[in-house]
């Protein structure tokens, strides 16, 4: 019996560890839409956050991409690595510091051919003051941080 009960309660925190996580990509509460709905590959192309449409859209790491076009979906699904945000879209300051915060779209900036969002400007600037050193923190935390 108190190996049953033993077995019972290790089930039960595993469990419970594993509800505890974090997804890989941020999406908000009430959505399941990485980057908040922007097109990733806009940054890259354009420059610049273009809203993408419902129209044109992919599955990638549990959450659902949009694009602005056919031409950015199928950069994306041929290389989403490289077009997905680091960190899953969480705020890369966030991560560099130990923990999760979400994205901002609108904050954005790319290094070494990587998309990189945070909280807000006023992160933003922080992040930008040291980006190198930051970048290394936050691979260093990612994904363990996830946890």
């Not at 595993?14 to 999406?27: I, Q």
């Not at 908040?36 to 990638?60: A, C, I, L, N």
Request: charged share 15%; proline share 5%.
């Amino acid at each position: 019996m108190n190996k049953r009960i033993t077995l019972i309660a290790a089930f039960w925190l595993l469990a419970s560890m594993a509800w505890a996580a974090e997804p890989p990509v941020y999406t908000g509460l009430l959505s399941n839409t990485g980057a908040g709905g922007y097109d990733t590959v806009s940054y890259f192309t354009q420059g610049k956050p273009v809203k993408g449409s419902p129209r044109y859209t992919t599955e990638y790491q549990g959450a659902t991409w949009r694009f602005a076009n056919a031409e950015n979906l199928a950069q994306f699904n041929a290389n989403p690595e490289k077009f997905a945000p680091a960190y899953g879209g969480y705020c890369a300051w966030a991560v560099s510091q130990g923990y999760l915060a979400k994205g901002d779209p609108q904050h954005w900036s790319i290094r070494d051919g990587r998309l990189f969002l945070n909280y807000n400007q006023s992160v933003q600037t922080s992040w930008l003051a040291n980006t190198d050193q930051l970048i290394r923190e936050a691979d260093a935390n990612w994904p363990a941080v996830l946890k």
